[in-house]
């Protein structure tokens, strides 16, 4: 992921502070999808095929603790 993008650098800042919070709150799967999906709606840029897999592997990386996402899950993170 080009970091030096300030959209993506505030995306994955976000997320990663996010997905922190809902691990610790112990948020359910389904909350969590959500509210990534809002932080997706919020950062349009980051639709770009360009980003996704990296953007995906973010979200992997960052909430693997707490629940286990498919392939199926992380394309309806962009619906």
Request: hydrophobic share 40%; proline share 3%; glycine share 2%.
């Amino acid at each position: 992921m080009d970091f030096q993008k300030p959209m993506l650098q505030s995306f994955s800042v976000e997320v990663r502070a996010f997905l922190f919070e809902a691990i610790r709150n112990n948020l359910n799967k389904e909350d969590i999808m959500r509210s990534i999906q809002m932080l997706i709606e919020k950062y349009p840029g980051v639709k770009d095929m360009t980003f996704r897999n990296s953007i995906e592997h973010l979200i992997i990386e960052e909430s693997a603790t707490s629940i286990h996402l498919n392939e199926q899950d992380l394309s309806e993170l962009w619906n």
